[in-house]
C-alpha cells in the first residue's frame, strides 16, 4: 500500500537526503544533552526550582535572537550562515563536555552555556528551515517535512530513555561526548551543500510598504536591508500583509497556550494514575510516538492540496485529544494510588498519542505553507518569527494549565483548555476563513 505510509521520493535529491540523516542524528545527541543538563541541574543543586530555571536561560535568547536570527538568514549565503551557527553549537556541547570530564560543578556555568546554546540554535534553526526550499521542488515540502519531523520524533522518543542510561552507567561527561560525535553528522551535512547565496525580492509593485519612495511610493517589502533591525521591521511588516502565514502562527499558539498538557504530568503520576517518574515518562513518550506514527503513515496525507483546512481539522483533534485524556482525569480522581492505575494510564496514553499525531499533522503544513507561501527572500525572518512562536506558545501554555491545574485540578484543566481551544480557533477561523480555502497548488500568503 505504497500511499499510506510516509513519501520517501526528497530522498532521492542527494543534499536533502545528507541532510536528512544529519539533522537526525545531531537531533537524537541533542535531546541526550537536554536530559543531562537537566539532571545534572538536579544534582548538583537538589532543587526542582534550578531545573526549571533552564527554560528561561533557553527561551530568553530564543526569543530575542529568533527575530535576528532570521534575518542573517536572509541577508548572508544560508549555508554559510547554518554551519556559522553549527559551529557555535557544536563548540558550546564541546565545552559541556569539557565542564563535565573536568568537574567543575557548577550551576551557574550549565546555565551560561545553555543560554549560548539557545542563542546559536535561534539562528541555526531558521537557517535551516529556510535551506530545505531551495533543495526540492515545492510538491514534495509537505513529504520533505514529514520526514523531518520523523526524525524529531525519534530523537524525543529515544534520546531520553537513552541520555538516562548513559547518566547511570557512565556519567553526564560521557552524555555529552556523545552529543559531541553526533552533532559531527550536521556539520558534515551543511558541508556537503551547495552554497545559497540571497536571491533578490520577488514581491510585485504594489505589495510592499506604504511610503517607500521606489516603486511609485510603495516600495516592495520584501527588498533585502541587511541583517540589522530595519530588516527585522521589514519582515514584521510583511507578516502584517500576509493574513494566511499569520493565521498558521495564530492557529498554532491557540493549541499550544489553552491546550498544552505536558505541565500536568509530573503531578499525574503522583496524585492521579500512580507511577512517579515512569508515568511521567510515559505521558511525555506517548505524545512523541503519536507525532511518529503520523509520520511513518502520512504517505496519502502529505498529497492533499486543502492544507489550511488539515490545519484546522488537526487542531480541533489536539483540542479533543487533550480534553479527552482530562476526562480520563477526572474519572480516576485524585486518589494518591499507591500503585499504577493500569486501565487510567492506557486511556491517557491514547489520548495522548492522538494529540502527538494531530500536533505532527498540523506542524508540516504550517511549515509547508510558510515555506511554499512566502518569497525565498523573506523565508528566514518568517522562519524566525516560527521559532519564536513554537518555542514560546508551549512556555506560557504551561503557565496557563498550571495555573488552572491550581484552581480546579489537573484533569479539569486539561478538560477546558481542549475545549478552550478549540473555541479559539473556531474563532480564529470566523474571522480568517481564507486559511480554509488556501490550495497549494496556487500558494498566496
Do not use: K
Not at 79 to 87: D, E, I, M, P
Not at 245 to 254: I, N, S
Amino acid at each position: 500500500m505504497p500511499s499510506l505510509f510516509v513519501d520517501t521520493t526528497p530522498l532521492r535529491t542527494a543534499p536533502f537526503r545528507r541532510l536528512w540523516w544529519g539533522l537526525g542524528v545531531s537531533n537524537l545527541g541533542a535531546q541526550l544533552t537536554v536530559v543531562a543538563v537537566g539532571l545534572q541541574v538536579y544534582s548538583l543543586s537538589g532543587s526542582t526550582f534550578a531545573v526549571g530555571l533552564l527554560g528561561v536561560f533557553a527561551l530568553v535568547p530564543l526569543v530575542v535572537l529568533g527575530l535576528y536570527g532570521g534575518a542573517l538568514v536572509d541577508a548572508y549565503d544560508r549555508r554559510t550562515v547554518a554551519l556559522c551557527a553549527s559551529t557555535v553549537l557544536w563548540v558550546v556541547t564541546m565545552a559541556l563536555a569539557a565542564q563535565a570530564w573536568l568537574g567543575l560543578d557548577s550551576v551557574p556555568v550549565l546555565y551560561g552555556l545553555v543560554a549560548l546554546q539557545s542563542a546559536a540554535f535561534a539562528v541555526n534553526n531558521p537557517a535551516r528551515s529556510a535551506i530545505i526550499p531551495r533543495l526540492i521542488e515545492p510538491s514534495l515540502l509537505p513529504a520533505a517535512n514529514t520526514l523531518m519531523t520523523i526524525s524529531w520524533n525519534v530523537a524525543l522518543t529515544v534520546g531520553p530513555l537513552s541520555a538516562a542510561l548513559i547518566v547511570a552507567r557512565w556519567g553526564y561527561a560521557a552524555v555529552y561526548t556523545v552529543d559531541v560525535v553526533c552533532f559531527s553528522a550536521a556539520l558534515w551535512a551543511l558541508v556537503q551543500l551547495p552554497g545559497m547565496p540571497p536571491e533578490p525580492s520577488t514581491e510585485p509593485a504594489g505589495e510592499g510598504r506604504p511610503g517607500d519612495p521606489e516603486n511609485g511610493g510603495r516600495g516592495a517589502v520584501g527588498r533585502r536591508r541587511g541583517a540589522g533591525l530595519g530588516s527585522v521591521v521589514d519582515g514584521l511588516r510583511y507578516l502584517a500583509t500576509r493574513p494566511i502565514v499569520r493565521m498558521t502562527f495564530l492557529v498554532d499558539l491557540a493549541a499550544m497556550v489553552f491546550a498544552m498538557p505536558r505541565v500536568l504530568f509530573p503531578a499525574i503520576g503522583v496524585v492521579v494514575l500512580g507511577g512517579g517518574e515512569g508515568t511521567t515518562g510515559a505521558l511525555t513518550a506517548a505524545l512523541a510516538v503519536g507525532g511518529l506514527l503520523a509520520g511513518v503513515l502520512s504517505g496519502g496525507l502529505t498529497r492533499l492540496h486543502r492544507q489550511g483546512l488539515v490545519i484546522v481539522w488537526a487542531i480541533v483533534c489536539w483540542g479533543l485529544s487533550v480534553a479527552g485524556f482530562g476526562l480520563v482525569l477526572v474519572l480516576a480522581g485524585r486518589t494518591y494510588p499507591g500503585e499504577v492505575l493500569v486501565g487510567g494510564l492506557v486511556a491517557a496514553l491514547v489520548m495522548l498519542v492522538l494529540c502527538g499525531a494531530s500536533d505532527a499533522v498540523s506542524a508540516v503544513f504550517r511549515q509547508t505553507i510558510l515555506q511554499s507561501a512566502t518569497p525565498d527572500n523573506m523565508r528566514g525572518r518568517l522562519q524566525g518569527v516560527f521559532i519564536v512562536v513554537v518555542a514560546g506558545g508551549p512556555r506560557l501554555g504551561d503557565v496557563v494549565l498550571g495555573a488552572q491545574a491550581t484552581w480546579w485540578g489537573e484533569g479539569w484543566a486539561a478538560v477546558v483548555g481542549g475545549l478552550l481551544c478549540v473555541v479559539v480557533l473556531l474563532a480564529l477561523v470566523r474571522w480568517q476563513p481564507r486559511l480554509l480555502a488556501y490550495d497549494a497548488r496556487r500558494p498566496e500568503a
